[in-house]
């Protein structure tokens, strides 16, 4: 009975928690675990041969596969929850800080890392030149070389805060629904001027949700893309048809009244998107896509298949912001370990 209550509990603080967040925060949802990420691939981000390389993500990371950072700030923005990066595999990380702590159901390298906030770890982990300021969790006897852990050491069972193929499942999910969404209106398209990208693209919102389809090669060929319309108008880009999406020197303009978080790039289907000198306004839904994201920016949130390339992502709102709606998860993510805690004593 006590452990229903808890849980009781835990979900009306999550609920309470998301229902107190500004619109801004939640404006376009891709789910109630997927916004809590700044960037999330269901697969891998880099790899052992091309580790995701001098760059910053503001907020939680986390990917489904393995995750490989070389000269890194990940969770820059202080971002509060249960973890400041996040892998289902793998973790393997050089010359860089995590903010808020790392989980990885696989093994874990760091080389002169700092990790401010505790490392739950599965089998395999192993520290050189590198500093925990939190607690050690491993489930095999850790690997330290000159190596400081400012908490406890000890070795149990690893348990993942959180469901990855539930949260894999449910961003396929959001983005096939965002895809069936019927549009609710046409959009400007003037392409009458020269140069490699002659397009130009005028989305205006009416009040509340927006849905538009945009023809894969249409973008390809646009440099620049205006929002226009309704302070409250939330605009749904579903990027349609091809193989592959070039997002690259586009200029975009909002609105006064039309926040970033406003907006979302919908890619279902499309195999391949690279994201290249640009800083795309909005939060990118590509849970099927292999992303390249190099020498740009993303102001909001990233999903993808599988990502490379030296990005940035920006927290959008501000990271303080993003306290409230993390509340509930690390409540509910509480609320288990003492529920598994009961059920073993």
Not at 50 to 66: K, L, N, R, V, W
Not at 165 to 170: D, E
Not at 215 to 230: E, P, R
Request: glycine share 14%.
């Amino acid at each position: 009975m006590m452990r229903n209550e808890i849980r009781m509990l835990a979900a009306a603080g999550m609920l309470a928690a998301i229902t107190c967040v500004p619109r801004t925060a939640l404006a376009v949802s891709v789910g109630p675990v997927a916004d809590l990420f700044n960037v999330y691939t269901i697969g891998d981000i880099g790899s052992a041969a091309d580790p995701y390389a001098g760059s910053e993500f503001q907020g939680i990371t986390g990917a489904g596969g393995s995750a490989y950072f070389d000269n890194f700030f990940v969770n820059s923005g202080d971002v509060f929850g249960p973890f400041g990066v996040l892998t289902g595999q793998g973790l393997t990380l050089t010359d860089g800080t995590i903010s808020g702590g790392l989980s990885s159901g696989g093994t874990v390298s760091l080389t002169r890392v700092q990790v401010n906030g505790a490392a739950n770890s599965g089998p395999g982990f192993t520290a050189v030149d590198s500093t925990i300021n939190g607690n050690l969790t491993t489930q095999t006897a850790a690997n330290l070389t000159n190596s400081t852990v400012t908490g406890s050491k000890t070795v149990a069972p690893y348990s993942a805060p959180i469901d990855i193929n539930a949260l894999n499942n449910s961003l396929i999910n959001s983005a096939n629904s965002f895809a069936g969404l019927p549009q609710t209106g046409s959009f400007g398209e003037t392409c009458g001027g020269g140069g490699a990208r002659p397009c130009t693209l005028t989305f205006n919102g009416a009040s509340g949700q927006n849905v538009f389809d945009v023809d894969a090669s249409l973008i390809n060929q646009t440099g620049l893309v205006n929002f226009t319309g309704a302070s409250d108008a939330t605009f749904i880009l579903d990027i349609v048809n091809g193989t592959s999406i070039l997002l690259s020197s586009i200029g975009f303009s909002l609105a006064p009244g039309i926040g970033l978080s406003d907006i979302l790039w919908n890619v279902a289907q499309v195999a391949n998107v690279t994201l290249s000198l640009i800083e795309l306004p909005g939060t990118l839904l590509a849970p099927n896509s292999n992303v390249d994201f190099t020498s740009a920016s993303i102001d909001g949130s990233l999903y993808a298949k599988n990502l490379t390339g030296n990005g940035e992502a920006h927290v959008v709102p501000e990271p303080g912001t993003w306290a409230m709606l993390v509340t509930g998860l690390l409540a509910l993510f509480l609320a288990e370990r003492r529920s598994r805690a009961a059920s073993v004593g």
